[in-house]
Protein backbone atom coordinates (compact mmCIF):
# COMPACT_ATOMS: atom_id res chain seq x y z
CA UNK A 1 0.00 0.00 0.00
CA UNK A 2 3.07 2.15 0.44
CA UNK A 3 4.14 2.10 -3.53
CA UNK A 4 0.30 2.80 -4.45
CA UNK A 5 1.15 6.51 -2.84
CA UNK A 6 4.19 7.34 -4.79
CA UNK A 7 3.07 7.27 -8.60
CA UNK A 8 5.86 9.59 -9.29
CA UNK A 9 9.41 9.67 -8.30
CA UNK A 10 9.67 13.08 -6.65
CA UNK A 11 10.83 12.56 -3.03
CA UNK A 12 8.56 13.40 -0.26
CA UNK A 13 8.99 16.24 2.15
CA UNK A 14 6.65 16.07 5.26
CA UNK A 15 5.90 19.27 7.44
CA UNK A 16 5.45 18.29 11.17
CA UNK A 17 2.99 21.32 12.81
CA UNK A 18 2.32 20.94 16.32
CA UNK A 19 -1.08 23.83 17.33
CA UNK A 20 -1.98 24.98 20.10
CA UNK A 21 -4.94 27.35 19.99
CA UNK A 22 -3.49 28.77 16.86
CA UNK A 23 -6.77 29.53 14.56
CA UNK A 24 -5.51 32.61 14.07
CA UNK A 25 -2.38 31.48 12.52
CA UNK A 26 -3.58 28.49 10.75
CA UNK A 27 -4.53 29.81 7.40
CA UNK A 28 -1.38 32.57 6.87
CA UNK A 29 0.27 30.02 7.97
CA UNK A 30 -0.91 27.47 5.13
CA UNK A 31 -0.59 30.27 2.54
CA UNK A 32 3.34 30.94 3.43
CA UNK A 33 3.64 26.96 3.44
CA UNK A 34 1.90 26.69 -0.22
CA UNK A 35 3.40 29.61 -1.46
CA UNK A 36 7.13 28.89 0.15
CA UNK A 37 6.72 25.22 -1.41
CA UNK A 38 5.21 26.09 -4.48
CA UNK A 39 8.50 26.00 -6.64
CA UNK A 40 10.38 23.12 -5.27
CA UNK A 41 10.32 19.69 -7.01
CA UNK A 42 8.95 17.40 -3.96
CA UNK A 43 6.08 15.99 -2.69
CA UNK A 44 4.78 17.29 0.16
CA UNK A 45 2.90 16.29 3.05
CA UNK A 46 2.02 18.84 6.05
CA UNK A 47 0.94 17.35 9.44
CA UNK A 48 -0.68 19.08 11.75
CA UNK A 49 -0.93 17.87 15.13
CA UNK A 50 -3.89 19.81 17.02
CA UNK A 51 -2.60 19.50 20.86
CA UNK A 52 -5.89 19.88 22.70
CA UNK A 53 -6.60 23.52 20.99
CA UNK A 54 -9.86 25.27 22.77
CA UNK A 55 -10.17 27.26 19.91
CA UNK A 56 -10.98 26.89 16.51
CA UNK A 57 -8.11 25.38 15.21
CA UNK A 58 -9.24 22.03 14.67
CA UNK A 59 -12.26 23.30 12.38
CA UNK A 60 -10.27 25.09 10.97
CA UNK A 61 -7.44 22.38 9.93
CA UNK A 62 -9.99 20.06 8.82
CA UNK A 63 -11.24 22.45 6.22
CA UNK A 64 -7.73 23.15 4.66
CA UNK A 65 -7.50 19.25 4.59
CA UNK A 66 -11.01 19.45 2.79
CA UNK A 67 -9.12 22.01 0.12
CA UNK A 68 -5.98 20.29 -0.02
CA UNK A 69 -5.49 16.39 0.31
CA UNK A 70 -1.87 16.95 1.39
CA UNK A 71 -3.09 18.23 5.04
CA UNK A 72 -3.12 15.87 7.50
CA UNK A 73 -4.56 16.32 10.77
CA UNK A 74 -3.73 14.09 13.89
CA UNK A 75 -6.26 15.20 16.69
CA UNK A 76 -5.17 14.66 20.51
CA UNK A 77 -7.45 13.25 22.99
CA UNK A 78 -6.21 16.29 24.82
CA UNK A 79 -3.08 18.89 25.46
CA UNK A 80 0.00 16.36 25.43
CA UNK A 81 2.29 19.42 25.20
CA UNK A 82 4.38 20.55 22.08
CA UNK A 83 7.64 18.17 22.35
CA UNK A 84 4.99 15.54 22.24
CA UNK A 85 2.90 16.87 20.02
CA UNK A 86 6.55 16.69 17.82
CA UNK A 87 6.91 13.42 18.32
CA UNK A 88 3.50 12.50 17.13
CA UNK A 89 3.80 14.31 13.77
CA UNK A 90 7.47 12.58 13.64
CA UNK A 91 6.14 8.98 14.16
CA UNK A 92 3.37 9.76 11.66
CA UNK A 93 5.62 11.29 9.06
CA UNK A 94 6.61 9.15 5.94
CA UNK A 95 9.03 11.51 3.91
CA UNK A 96 12.27 11.44 3.06
CA UNK A 97 12.77 14.68 4.69
CA UNK A 98 11.20 16.24 7.70
CA UNK A 99 10.83 19.65 8.61
CA UNK A 100 9.68 20.88 12.49
CA UNK A 101 8.37 23.86 12.66
CA UNK A 102 5.91 25.70 14.41
CA UNK A 103 2.37 26.88 13.46
CA UNK A 104 2.57 30.73 14.79
CA UNK A 105 4.82 31.98 12.01
CA UNK A 106 7.59 32.52 14.56
CA UNK A 107 9.43 30.10 12.10
CA UNK A 108 9.38 31.52 8.80
CA UNK A 109 8.48 28.67 6.27
CA UNK A 110 10.39 30.22 3.23
CA UNK A 111 13.68 28.93 5.37
CA UNK A 112 12.61 25.42 3.96
CA UNK A 113 13.92 25.96 0.67
CA UNK A 114 17.35 26.70 2.21
CA UNK A 115 16.68 23.40 4.53
CA UNK A 116 16.04 21.24 1.52
CA UNK A 117 18.86 22.51 -0.37
CA UNK A 118 21.42 21.85 2.60
CA UNK A 119 19.84 18.57 3.43
CA UNK A 120 20.12 18.08 -0.78
CA UNK A 121 23.62 18.14 -0.15
CA UNK A 122 24.29 15.37 2.34
CA UNK A 123 23.72 16.84 5.37
CA UNK A 124 20.85 14.76 7.73
CA UNK A 125 20.42 17.44 10.19
CA UNK A 126 19.79 21.03 9.26
CA UNK A 127 18.69 23.19 12.17
CA UNK A 128 17.59 26.84 12.04
CA UNK A 129 19.90 29.03 13.98
CA UNK A 130 18.58 32.18 15.05
CA UNK A 131 20.39 35.12 13.87
CA UNK A 132 17.64 37.44 14.83
CA UNK A 133 14.72 36.97 17.51
CA UNK A 134 11.72 39.70 18.27
CA UNK A 135 10.79 37.83 21.18
CA UNK A 136 10.73 40.73 24.03
CA UNK A 137 13.93 40.99 26.78
CA UNK A 138 12.89 38.85 28.95
CA UNK A 139 12.47 35.76 26.89
CA UNK A 140 15.78 36.29 25.52
CA UNK A 141 17.49 36.71 28.85
CA UNK A 142 15.90 33.64 29.66
CA UNK A 143 17.03 31.50 27.24
CA UNK A 144 20.30 32.75 27.08
CA UNK A 145 20.94 31.75 30.39
CA UNK A 146 19.37 28.44 29.90
CA UNK A 147 21.32 27.67 26.93
CA UNK A 148 24.44 28.62 28.95
CA UNK A 149 23.38 26.19 31.84
CA UNK A 150 23.04 23.57 28.87
CA UNK A 151 26.34 23.94 27.40
CA UNK A 152 27.98 23.85 30.64
CA UNK A 153 26.01 20.84 32.21
CA UNK A 154 25.18 18.56 29.62
CA UNK A 155 26.90 15.70 28.35
CA UNK A 156 26.28 16.12 24.42
CA UNK A 157 26.76 19.16 22.32
CA UNK A 158 23.22 21.45 21.83
CA UNK A 159 23.18 24.38 19.58
CA UNK A 160 22.95 27.66 20.92
CA UNK A 161 20.24 29.81 19.65
CA UNK A 162 17.87 26.86 18.23
CA UNK A 163 14.39 26.35 18.56
CA UNK A 164 12.87 23.01 16.97
CA UNK A 165 12.96 24.40 13.65
CA UNK A 166 15.08 22.09 11.88
CA UNK A 167 15.10 19.40 8.98
CA UNK A 168 15.27 15.93 9.80
CA UNK A 169 16.45 13.56 7.35
CA UNK A 170 14.22 9.74 7.44
CA UNK A 171 17.37 7.98 9.07
CA UNK A 172 17.50 10.39 11.82
CA UNK A 173 13.71 10.21 12.42
CA UNK A 174 13.94 6.41 12.66
CA UNK A 175 16.93 6.69 15.21
CA UNK A 176 14.62 9.47 16.96
CA UNK A 177 11.78 6.77 16.75
CA UNK A 178 13.82 4.22 19.22
CA UNK A 179 13.99 7.11 22.35
CA UNK A 180 10.90 6.35 24.15
CA UNK A 181 11.29 8.69 27.24
CA UNK A 182 8.21 10.43 28.56
CA UNK A 183 10.22 13.73 29.38
CA UNK A 184 11.16 14.43 25.79
CA UNK A 185 13.85 17.14 25.25
CA UNK A 186 13.77 16.59 21.55
CA UNK A 187 16.37 19.05 20.62
CA UNK A 188 18.68 17.06 23.11
CA UNK A 189 17.60 13.85 21.43
CA UNK A 190 18.68 15.12 17.80
CA UNK A 191 21.95 15.85 18.85
CA UNK A 192 22.38 12.86 20.61
CA UNK A 193 21.67 10.93 17.72
CA UNK A 194 24.79 11.93 15.87
CA UNK A 195 24.93 11.62 11.83
CA UNK A 196 25.96 14.89 9.59
CA UNK A 197 24.40 18.22 11.62
CA UNK A 198 24.18 21.46 10.66
CA UNK A 199 22.50 24.51 10.12
CA UNK A 200 21.72 27.71 8.16
CA UNK A 201 21.07 31.09 9.85
CA UNK A 202 17.44 32.68 9.51
CA UNK A 203 15.50 35.70 11.11
CA UNK A 204 13.30 34.62 14.02
CA UNK A 205 9.97 36.28 13.06
CA UNK A 206 7.36 37.83 15.73
CA UNK A 207 3.70 35.37 16.89
CA UNK A 208 1.90 36.19 14.11
CA UNK A 209 -1.59 35.96 15.97
CA UNK A 210 -2.08 34.66 19.37
CA UNK A 211 -0.08 34.43 22.48
CA UNK A 212 2.62 32.46 23.69
CA UNK A 213 2.04 28.59 25.05
CA UNK A 214 4.92 28.84 26.83
CA UNK A 215 4.47 31.35 30.00
CA UNK A 216 7.26 31.38 32.48
CA UNK A 217 6.19 27.85 34.46
CA UNK A 218 6.08 26.07 31.46
CA UNK A 219 9.68 27.52 30.27
CA UNK A 220 11.27 26.35 33.65
CA UNK A 221 9.98 22.28 33.04
CA UNK A 222 11.13 22.91 29.58
CA UNK A 223 14.82 23.70 30.76
CA UNK A 224 14.79 21.39 33.48
CA UNK A 225 13.60 18.43 31.07
CA UNK A 226 16.51 19.74 29.23
CA UNK A 227 18.86 19.88 31.90
CA UNK A 228 18.01 16.41 33.57
CA UNK A 229 17.43 13.90 30.63
CA UNK A 230 21.26 15.15 29.54
CA UNK A 231 23.18 15.73 32.71
CA UNK A 232 24.64 14.25 35.71
CA UNK A 233 25.75 17.70 36.84
CA UNK A 234 22.78 18.16 39.29
CA UNK A 235 23.15 15.33 41.19
CA UNK A 236 27.41 16.23 41.55
CA UNK A 237 27.00 19.35 42.89
CA UNK A 238 24.65 17.43 45.79
CA UNK A 239 28.31 16.26 46.81
CA UNK A 240 29.83 19.54 45.96
CA UNK A 241 27.98 21.21 48.42
CA UNK A 242 28.27 18.76 50.95
CA UNK A 243 31.96 18.76 51.14
CA UNK A 244 32.05 22.66 50.52
CA UNK A 245 29.97 22.83 54.00
CA UNK A 246 31.25 20.18 55.91
CA UNK A 247 34.84 22.17 55.85
CA UNK A 248 32.91 24.88 56.74
CA UNK A 249 31.56 22.92 59.69
CA UNK A 250 34.96 21.94 60.20
CA UNK A 251 36.36 25.19 60.50
CA UNK A 252 33.55 26.13 62.45
CA UNK A 253 34.27 23.66 65.22
CA UNK A 254 38.36 24.46 65.08
CA UNK A 255 37.78 27.89 66.01
CA UNK A 256 34.98 27.32 68.67
CA UNK A 257 37.24 24.78 70.16
CA UNK A 258 40.20 27.02 70.37
CA UNK A 259 37.69 29.79 71.49
CA UNK A 260 36.52 27.92 74.31
CA UNK A 261 40.51 27.00 75.35
CA UNK A 262 41.75 30.49 75.14
CA UNK A 263 39.72 32.67 76.48
CA UNK A 264 37.36 30.27 78.62
CA UNK A 265 35.96 33.39 80.51
CA UNK A 266 34.26 34.68 77.35
CA UNK A 267 30.81 33.10 77.36
CA UNK A 268 30.01 33.08 73.72
CA UNK A 269 25.88 33.73 72.93
CA UNK A 270 26.47 31.58 70.28
CA UNK A 271 22.63 31.97 69.68
CA UNK A 272 22.47 33.64 66.52
CA UNK A 273 25.66 31.46 65.10
CA UNK A 274 23.57 28.50 65.09
CA UNK A 275 20.44 29.59 63.99
CA UNK A 276 22.07 30.93 61.02
CA UNK A 277 24.29 27.56 60.61
CA UNK A 278 20.66 25.29 61.18
CA UNK A 279 18.43 27.22 58.62
CA UNK A 280 21.65 27.51 55.99
CA UNK A 281 21.98 23.29 56.02
CA UNK A 282 18.53 23.17 56.23
CA UNK A 283 18.02 25.00 53.20
CA UNK A 284 20.77 23.63 51.50
CA UNK A 285 19.22 20.07 52.37
CA UNK A 286 15.60 20.68 50.66
CA UNK A 287 17.43 21.75 47.64
CA UNK A 288 19.41 19.20 47.20
CA UNK A 289 16.32 16.89 48.07
CA UNK A 290 14.64 19.13 45.23
CA UNK A 291 17.70 17.77 42.69
CA UNK A 292 17.12 14.15 43.90
CA UNK A 293 13.47 14.82 43.66
CA UNK A 294 13.82 16.16 39.89
CA UNK A 295 15.66 12.79 38.97
CA UNK A 296 13.02 10.49 40.61
CA UNK A 297 9.99 12.02 39.66
CA UNK A 298 11.42 11.62 36.08
CA UNK A 299 12.17 8.22 36.83
CA UNK A 300 8.71 7.46 38.20
CA UNK A 301 7.07 8.56 34.82
CA UNK A 302 9.31 6.48 33.13
CA UNK A 303 8.38 3.65 35.03
CA UNK A 304 4.60 3.86 34.80
CA UNK A 305 5.82 4.15 30.71
CA UNK A 306 2.00 5.29 30.13
CA UNK A 307 1.77 6.07 25.99
CA UNK A 308 3.32 9.40 25.24
CA UNK A 309 -0.10 10.69 23.64
CA UNK A 310 -3.70 9.41 22.83
CA UNK A 311 -5.18 10.11 19.54
CA UNK A 312 -8.45 10.99 19.11
CA UNK A 313 -8.82 11.47 15.53
CA UNK A 314 -6.49 11.11 12.29
CA UNK A 315 -8.41 13.10 9.17
CA UNK A 316 -5.90 11.80 6.47
CA UNK A 317 -5.98 10.49 2.65
CA UNK A 318 -3.20 7.80 2.95
CA UNK A 319 -4.67 4.84 3.14
CA UNK A 320 -2.19 3.74 6.62
CA UNK A 321 -3.44 6.32 8.34
N1 LIG B 1 2.27 24.15 21.16
C1 LIG B 1 1.70 22.88 21.27
N2 LIG B 1 1.32 22.43 22.52
C2 LIG B 1 1.46 23.19 23.65
C3 LIG B 1 2.08 24.46 23.53
C4 LIG B 1 2.47 24.91 22.28
O1 LIG B 1 1.55 22.17 20.29
O2 LIG B 1 1.08 22.73 24.71
C5 LIG B 1 2.70 24.63 19.83
C6 LIG B 1 2.22 26.02 19.46
O3 LIG B 1 0.98 25.98 18.81
C7 LIG B 1 3.33 26.49 18.52
C8 LIG B 1 4.56 25.83 19.10
O4 LIG B 1 4.11 24.73 19.86
O5 LIG B 1 3.13 26.01 17.20
C9 LIG B 1 5.39 26.76 19.94
O6 LIG B 1 4.61 27.32 20.97
P1 LIG B 1 4.61 28.88 21.31
O7 LIG B 1 4.66 29.69 20.07
O8 LIG B 1 3.46 29.13 22.23
O9 LIG B 1 5.97 29.00 22.11
P2 LIG B 1 7.08 30.18 21.98
O10 LIG B 1 7.35 30.35 20.51
O11 LIG B 1 6.48 31.37 22.60
O12 LIG B 1 8.24 29.62 22.72
MG1 LIG C 1 5.97 30.85 19.14
Keep these: MYAATTTTMKQLISYV ?6 AGNIQPLYHALSEAT ?23 LQQLHATDP ?44 ELIATWQQGWDVVYAKRRTR ?41 ALKQFNEHNR ?14 YVLFDRDKRYSGTTSYPLKKMIRFAADGIFSFSWAPLKLIGRVGYFISALAFIG ?13 DVVPGWAFTVIAISLIGGIQLIMLSVLGGYIGRIYTEVQNRP ?3 IESVTSDQEDA
Excluded at 47 to 52: A, H, K, T
Excluded at 80 to 105: C, K, N, P, S, W
Aim: net charge negative.
Design 17 to 22: LPVHNE
Design 38 to 60: QSLDYNFEFIFVNDGSTDLSLEQ
Design 70 to 113: RVVVINFARNFGHQIAVTAGLDYARGDAIIIMDADLQDPPKVSA
Design 134 to 174: QDGFFKRATAKIFYWLLRRLADIDIPQDTGDFRLVSRRVVD
Design 185 to 198: FLRGLVSYVGFKQT
Design 253 to 265: ALYALAVRIVVPE
Design 308 to 310: LYI
